[in-house]
């Protein structure tokens, strides 16, 4: 009967993680959970707002009629000949994707804490939601975007590049790799320095300006400041999504390449660093 009994109990060990640990098996199991989370960051969100979810239409709208008028109508910079509206609305809402997911994953230690410290689950299940949360979001707005597109097509104002529409999934893969791995990394820093967090946000707000979000390339004559914003690892995605959509863009295969190359770094470092800090996070928090 003993031996029945033992058979009948399951046992879960928690051991201490190599650096680089990524049990795929393991998240897949607890796939219901990151669902949960998502649902649950949707609530949070939009509880107690009168317009509830329609700001996730809003928020883009309302940024991007500002960039339209401050750089596309007092400061006059061109968007190569595509509709000023339909420009900042596809760089606006690319960007948004990428800040949101960086910001939120970081920080995911300080944020849950309480429940990493009751209850075992893949830590790494958290993070990976906030990524499909604005994974979620960028879809809703980029409904809000087709309509605008499908408009300035019939008009025959944009000629987007049709046979390279498949690219924009590799794009959206790349951004939400190099967002988590950053998150990860940020978030494991914020644990001892907490005004990290303060400095993440100021970051993100740089590296828009430093990326062709509200300016196309061919606007920057400067050679040393335009081979800067080149190694921009978001400038590629950035100028890919356009080129697909717009028809406007500079379109590099060794740009690409070096996106994907820092993609893979950084969610990779990201991983390593987030185990590392994940074995102690819970005596320094």
Same mark, same amino acid.
């Given at each position: 009967?003993?031996? =029945?009994?033992?058979?009948?109990? !399951?046992? @879960?060990?928690?051991?201490?993680?190599?650096?680089?640990?990524?049990?795929? +098996? =393991?998240?897949?199991?607890?796939?219901?959970?990151? %669902?949960?989370? /998502?649902?649950?960051?949707?609530?949070?969100?939009?509880? !107690?707002?009168?317009?509830?979810?329609?700001?996730?239409?809003?928020?883009?709208?309302?940024?991007?009629?500002?960039?339209?008028?401050?750089?596309?109508?007092?400061?006059?910079? %061109?968007?190569?000949?595509?509709?000023?509206?339909?420009?900042? #609305? *596809?760089?606006?809402?690319?960007?948004?994707?990428?800040?949101?997911?960086? %910001?939120?994953? &970081? @920080?995911?230690?300080?944020?849950? &804490?309480?429940?990493? +410290?009751?209850?075992?689950?893949?830590?790494?299940?958290?993070?990976?939601?906030?990524?499909?949360?604005?994974?979620?979001?960028? &879809?809703?707005?980029?409904?809000?975007?087709?309509? /605008?597109?499908?408009?300035?097509?019939?008009?025959?104002? /944009? !000629?987007?590049?049709?046979?390279?529409?498949?690219?924009?999934?590799?794009?959206?893969?790349?951004? *939400? *790799?190099?967002?988590?791995?950053?998150?990860?990394?940020?978030?494991?820093?914020?644990?001892?320095?907490?005004? #990290? &967090?303060?400095?993440?946000?100021?970051?993100?707000?740089?590296? #828009?300006?430093?990326?062709?979000?509200?300016?196309?390339?061919?606007?920057?004559?400067?050679?040393?400041?335009?081979?800067?914003?080149?190694?921009?690892?978001? @400038? !590629?995605?950035?100028?890919?999504?356009?080129?697909?959509?717009?028809?406007?863009?500079?379109?590099?295969?060794? +740009?690409?390449?070096?996106?994907?190359?820092?993609?893979?770094?950084?969610?990779?470092?990201?991983? #390593?660093?987030?185990?590392?800090? =994940?074995?102690?996070?819970?005596?320094?928090?």
């Amino acid at each position: 009967m003993d031996k =029945e009994i033992k058979k009948l109990i !399951q046992h @879960t060990v928690i051991e201490p993680k190599k650096l680089l640990h990524l049990n795929f +098996g =393991e998240l897949w199991k607890y796939r219901d959970l990151i %669902s949960l989370f /998502v649902k649950k960051d949707f609530a949070l969100v939009y509880k !107690q707002t009168i317009l509830g979810p329609l700001w996730v239409f809003l928020n883009p709208l309302i940024t991007t009629i500002i960039y339209t008028v401050v750089f596309g109508g007092i400061a006059n910079i %061109s968007t190569d000949g595509v509709p000023k509206l339909l420009f900042y #609305m *596809a760089g606006n809402t690319l960007w948004t994707f990428f800040s949101e997911a960086i %910001s939120k994953t &970081a @920080t995911t230690f300080k944020d849950n &804490a309480q429940v990493f +410290g009751k209850i075992y689950f893949p830590r790494l299940t958290r993070p990976i939601s906030l990524v499909l949360y604005t994974g979620i979001n960028f &879809a809703f707005q980029f409904l809000m975007f087709v309509p /605008v597109w499908i408009f300035y097509i019939v008009r025959g104002e /944009v !000629q987007p590049h049709w046979t390279y529409l498949w690219v924009l999934p590799v794009v959206l893969l790349f951004m *939400a *790799a190099m967002a988590l791995g950053c998150g990860l990394i940020v978030s494991s820093i914020t644990i001892k320095y907490r005004d #990290m &967090a303060i400095v993440i946000t100021f970051g993100v707000k740089v590296w #828009m300006y430093a990326t062709p979000v509200v300016y196309p390339m061919t606007e920057v004559n400067n050679e040393l400041l335009r081979r800067i914003i080149l190694l921009n690892p978001v @400038t !590629q995605p950035m100028e890919l999504f356009r080129f697909v959509l717009l028809g406007e863009g500079t379109l590099s295969a060794a +740009g690409m390449i070096w996106t994907a190359v820092f993609a893979v770094a950084i969610l990779l470092f990201g991983m #390593m660093y987030f185990n590392k800090v =994940e074995k102690t996070f819970m005596d320094t928090i």
